[in-house]
Every structure is written in C-alpha cells, then in structure tokens.
Nanobody
Framework: QVQLVESGGGSVQAGGSLTLSCAAS????????VGWFRQAPGKEREGVAF????????DYADSVKGRFTIYEDNAKNTVDLHMNSLKPEDTAMYYC??????????????????????WGQGTQVTVSS
C-alpha cells in the first residue's frame, strides 16, 4: 500500500508562486506514475500534471502549461509541483495520486483520475485577486 502525503498548500495573491510536495517512500525505487489533480468547489476533478518516476515523461493540462512544473526532488524523496503566475481560477484542493506502471522503458501516464490507484488527502491552494 502506497501512502501519499501532500504539503505546501496555502494562500497567495494572484501572480504569486507555491510549491506543493508529494511524499511517498517507495516512489523513487519503482515505476510509478505520479499525478497532481485539483478540485474546486462545485467542479469536477481535473488532472494538472503527471510525472513517470521510472523515466523522463511529464505532461500538463493546457490550463497550466508554461506556469506549472512537476519534478522529482531526490533529496526530499518527493514529487513536487511548482506553480508560478498563479490565478484565482487555480484555487482548489490539490491531490497527489499514483499508480504502478507496467512494462519496461519510458511510460506515458496520462491524467485520467480513474487510472490512479493511490491518493493523498489533499492540500488547499487559495489564490486571491
């Protein structure tokens, strides 16, 4: 059982930055897809970005491309989401999620939430105008 713990959420003004962290002890050693998702009140859950720990594959939702960066922090053993140029519409609960990828070589994880087996409890991000 993979346990995911998010941290780093908070309140920031529009144009500001935040970095979210997702910690899980075994992600670095195996082939996992790690995704960040978000859900605002009254809206459906949206995939934001993913990273494949067994290779170099990352991708982003169009709404965050050029502003958000997902990466592994090997020193902290986390998968982080650095968010720049934040907008009020980025306000949401942000969740880290993961699933074990099969096969060998690089892997395209995708952002379908139904693929992700393990979920964290979420961290709130609030962007004020």
């Amino acid at each position: 059982q993979v346990q995911l713990v998010e941290s780093g959420g908070g309140s920031v003004q529009a144009g500001g930055s935040l970095t979210l962290s997702c910690a899980a002890s075994e992600l670095s050693y195996r082939r996992y897809c790690v995704g960040w998702f978000r859900q605002a009140p009254g809206k459906e859950r949206e995939g934001v970005a993913f990273l494949f720990t067994g290779g170099t594959t990352t991708d982003y939702a169009d709404s965050v491309k050029g502003r958000f960066t997902i990466y592994e922090d090997n020193a902290k053993n986390t998968v982080d989401l650095h968010m720049n140029s934040l907008k009020p519409e980025d306000t949401a609960m942000y969740y880290c999620a993961a699933y074990r990828a099969g096969g060998g070589g690089n892997f395209y994880c995708g952002l379908r939430s139904s693929e992700y087996q393990y979920w964290g409890q979420g961290t709130q991000v609030t962007v004020s105008s």
